[in-house]
């Protein structure tokens, strides 16, 4: 998508067209970044045109931004492009003169086209993440091509006394390119403080801002040639307007910070309950709700999820439930995609069959040992990765 804004270059007429339109690292299948930062915009080579004067693209190269692309397990936000449209640079042209009863041709500076220029803003990227955690954000790169004001050329002319007046080259100007670099945040999950309390810990997403980028404007001077009297007649002067080239730019672009408190569900020992926006997210322990291995709720757990059912009645009508199931890195992924969706089917059916959910709304996903919220490299944090996730959105 383009948004245009109209401008004039100066001397040459033209009219300018600015349109807005719609880790850093590429994130391949919806995975969240791991890198936090921001970059400086830099000036690394002209980019070829096709002939209507627009840049062309290089087959080879893909898209720019492929963390852009859309993909399951991320939501995209495209930021408006913003456009200089072609500029055309008029040719001057004089007309032949008599002077001492001969011809003397007149000249022409061709004229030349600056090709559109389209400054690629990117996009706003958050990546999925399991309830109870604040999601990784990326705000994308930015891109202003390069560009030229081409080289224009006033020929010689030779005087029927032989009087050459010589050449006047209009050297072309050059920008560079623009590259901002892109920006990201980590996923950050609440984890259970050793303290006993009703609160559990707060957790908050840092800020991220990506840099604005600037590419200057270009000026081509303007060049004028004084008209020859002579006996047998004047040769007119000639005037060769300046052209401008405006700047282009990108504005930076910024995520807030977020933050995610809990606290303790009355009535439990060990469910966590957080909101945010719409969404209420309970988080229970697997330890609390199962048996070791095992896929079946433990009678002392129903008390639990009672305990949630009762919560989200008090809070409103669900419009969605989600259940997730979590696992420790202890086996092998394939055993524990499989355990973990087992139990997150067990709690779902128990919300239906005993909490009197509909099951309409309810949804499961057993995500294994892919998004833990703490260490598994100790016996607490593998402990605090073992969960069930159950996300309500009320909306």
């Given at each position: 998508?383009r948004v245009?804004?109209?401008?004039?270059?100066f001397m040459?007429?033209?009219v300018?067209?600015?349109?807005a339109?719609?880790?850093?690292?590429?994130?391949?299948?919806?995975?969240a970044?791991?890198?936090d930062?921001s970059?400086?915009?830099t000036?690394?080579?002209?980019?070829?045109t096709?002939?209507?004067?627009?840049?062309?693209p290089d087959?080879?190269?893909?898209?720019?931004?492929p963390?852009?692309?859309?993909?399951?397990?991320?939501?995209?936000t495209?930021?408006d492009?913003v456009?200089?449209?072609?500029?055309?640079i008029?040719e001057?042209?004089?007309d032949?003169?008599?002077?001492?009863?001969?011809?003397?041709?007149g000249v022409?500076?061709e004229g030349?086209?600056i090709p559109?220029?389209?400054?690629?803003?990117?996009?706003i990227?958050?990546?999925?993440?399991?309830?109870?955690?604040?999601?990784?954000?990326e705000?994308?790169g930015?891109?202003?091509?390069?560009?030229?004001?081409p080289?224009?050329?006033?020929?010689a002319v030779?005087?029927?006394?032989?009087?050459v007046?010589?050449e006047?080259?209009?050297?072309?100007?050059?920008v560079?390119e623009?590259?901002v670099?892109?920006?990201?945040?980590?996923?950050?999950?609440?984890v259970e403080e050793d303290?006993?309390?009703s609160?559990?810990?707060a957790?908050y997403?840092?800020?991220?801002?990506?840099s604005?980028g600037?590419q200057e404007?270009?000026?081509?001077?303007?060049?004028y040639?004084d008209?020859?009297?002579?006996e047998?007649?004047?040769?007119?002067?000639?005037s060769?307007?300046?052209v401008?080239?405006p700047?282009?730019?990108?504005?930076?672009?910024?995520?807030p910070?977020?933050?995610l408190?809990g606290y303790r569900?009355?009535?439990?020992?060990?469910?966590?309950?957080?909101?945010k926006d719409?969404?209420?997210?309970?988080s229970s322990?697997g330890?609390?709700?199962?048996?070791?291995?095992?896929?079946?709720i433990?009678p002392?757990a129903?008390?639990?999820l009672?305990?949630v059912v009762?919560?989200?009645a008090e809070?409103?009508?669900p419009?969605?439930v989600?259940?997730?199931?979590?696992?420790?890195?202890?086996?092998?992924?394939e055993?524990?995609?499989?355990?973990s969706q087992?139990?997150?089917?067990?709690?779902?059916?128990w919300l239906?069959e005993?909490?009197?959910?509909?099951?309409?709304?309810?949804?499961?996903?057993?995500?294994?040992y892919a998004?833990?919220?703490?260490d598994n490299?100790?016996?607490?944090?593998?402990?605090?990765?073992?969960r069930?996730?159950i996300?309500?959105?009320l909306?």
């Amino acid at each position: 998508m383009r948004v245009r804004q109209l401008g004039v270059a100066f001397m040459v007429g033209v009219v300018m067209t600015v349109t807005a339109c719609a880790n850093s690292d590429p994130v391949p299948d919806g995975t969240a970044p791991a890198v936090d930062g921001s970059a400086e915009p830099t000036t690394p080579a002209p980019t070829a045109t096709d002939d209507a004067g627009t840049a062309a693209p290089d087959p080879a190269a893909g898209p720019r931004f492929p963390e852009c692309e859309p993909a399951e397990g991320k939501t995209v936000t495209p930021l408006d492009d913003v456009v200089i449209e072609a500029q055309e640079i008029p040719e001057v042209r004089t007309d032949d003169v008599e002077i001492d009863g001969q011809t003397v041709p007149g000249v022409v500076v061709e004229g030349a086209v600056i090709p559109e220029r389209v400054a690629e803003r990117g996009c706003i990227v958050e990546y999925e993440a399991p309830g109870g955690c604040l999601p990784a954000m990326e705000i994308s790169g930015a891109y202003i091509p390069d560009y030229t004001i081409p080289e224009r050329v006033l020929p010689a002319v030779t005087l029927p006394d032989g009087t050459v007046l010589e050449e006047v080259v209009l050297p072309a100007r050059t920008v560079d390119e623009v590259v901002v670099e892109g920006v990201s945040v980590d996923e950050v999950c609440q984890v259970e403080e050793d303290a006993a309390g009703s609160y559990v810990s707060a957790v908050y997403r840092s800020a991220i801002y990506r840099s604005a980028g600037y590419q200057e404007a270009a000026y081509q001077d303007p060049v004028y040639r004084d008209p020859v009297y002579l006996e047998g007649g004047t040769l007119p002067g000639v005037s060769v307007p300046g052209v401008s080239a405006p700047g282009l730019s990108v504005s930076g672009e910024d995520v807030p910070g977020a933050a995610l408190e809990g606290y303790r569900l009355e009535g439990t020992d060990d469910v966590e309950v957080s909101a945010k926006d719409d969404a209420v997210f309970y988080s229970s322990e697997g330890d609390v709700l199962f048996g070791n291995d095992e896929d079946t709720i433990r009678p002392e757990a129903e008390a639990a999820l009672a305990a949630v059912v009762a919560d989200i009645a008090e809070r409103g009508e669900p419009v969605k439930v989600r259940v997730e199931g979590h696992t420790d890195d202890v086996g092998t992924e394939e055993h524990n995609l499989d355990l973990s969706q087992r139990r997150a089917d067990a709690v779902a059916a128990w919300l239906v069959e005993e909490g009197g959910l509909d099951a309409a709304i309810i949804t499961t996903a057993g995500l294994g040992y892919a998004y833990p919220r703490a260490d598994n490299a100790t016996d607490e944090g593998r402990a605090q990765n073992r969960r069930v996730v159950i996300t309500v959105d009320l909306g």
